[in-house]
């Protein structure tokens, strides 16, 4: 079994409309990470967050601690926002590793 | 804004050689990890480093892997002998602190593709 689960795997959308990404984890966390890779691989991080929301420009996330579950909101979606979404957990304890999630491939089209 | 950087970009190897991957993390970070990614799967952890130190390795990071930072700049992962199951992206990666209670983004660089033939 997965310890983090992305929903949904594959995502298109329209440009302009209001896309969510959503993300399950199965173990007790000290802090989770939004990140976005393009196509030619290149990570990088878009929040970190360990409670409640965080905003950044078109880019909002959230967690429920309790629920352990977090969401990836893009509002106005633009084609150049087209890449894959990963939500990765750093569990809870001593480690300071990430585990990351399988991905969620947005393709936004004009 | 500063960077993470990896060179080289793309690495081919044949299977048996050994290679070694380049990454200067951004200067004032103190926290270092190397991740992969085979083509079509999750990124998965295999090293994390600290004050000279191996602070957390995964199961993949056996004994043909090695990291060293060996003059204050750069953060190198060694393969010693090559599989063709080592073909991958290999991602560096580097924070200001360990995260653990405290607000530390994890900054990336572009990765390495190392391809074992």
């Known amino acids: 079994k997965n310890e983090v689960e992305q929903s949904p795997q594959n995502l298109t959308a329209q440009e302009g409309e209001f896309i969510t990404i959503n993300c399950s984890y199965s173990v007790g966390i000290s802090a989770l990470h939004w990140l976005q890779q393009h196509p030619g691989g290149g990570i990088v991080s878009l929040f970190m967050l360990s409670s409640g929301k965080k905003k950044h420009g078109r880019l909002i996330a959230t967690i429920n601690i309790q629920e352990k579950h977090s969401s990836l909101h893009i509002t106005a979606s633009h084609p150049r926002d087209s890449a894959v979404y990963i939500c990765a957990v750093r569990p809870g304890g001593a480690t300071n590793k990430l585990i990351f999630g399988t991905g969620t491939l947005l393709a936004v089209q004009p | 804004e500063p960077e993470v950087t990896q060179t080289p970009s793309h690495q081919v190897t044949q299977m048996g050689q050994e290679v070694i991957l380049r990454c200067v993390p951004i200067?004032?970070?103190?926290?270092f990890y190397w991740y992969r990614q085979i083509l079509g799967q999750k990124v998965e952890f295999l090293v994390s480093?600290?004050?000279?130190?191996?602070?957390?390795k995964s199961e993949i990071f056996d004994d043909q892997f090695s990291v060293e930072r060996p003059d204050g700049s750069n953060f190198t992962l060694k393969i010693r002998s090559t599989k063709l199951e080592d073909s991958a992206m290999y991602f560096c990666?580097?924070?200001?602190?360990?995260?653990?209670?405290?607000?530390?983004?994890?900054?990336f660089g572009n990765g390495t593709r190392l391809t074992v033939t």
């Open positions: 990666a580097s924070s200001l602190t360990s995260g653990t209670g405290g607000d530390s983004p994890l900054h």
């Open positions: 480093f600290y004050n000279n130190e191996i602070s957390e």
């Open positions: 200067s004032n970070h103190l926290y």
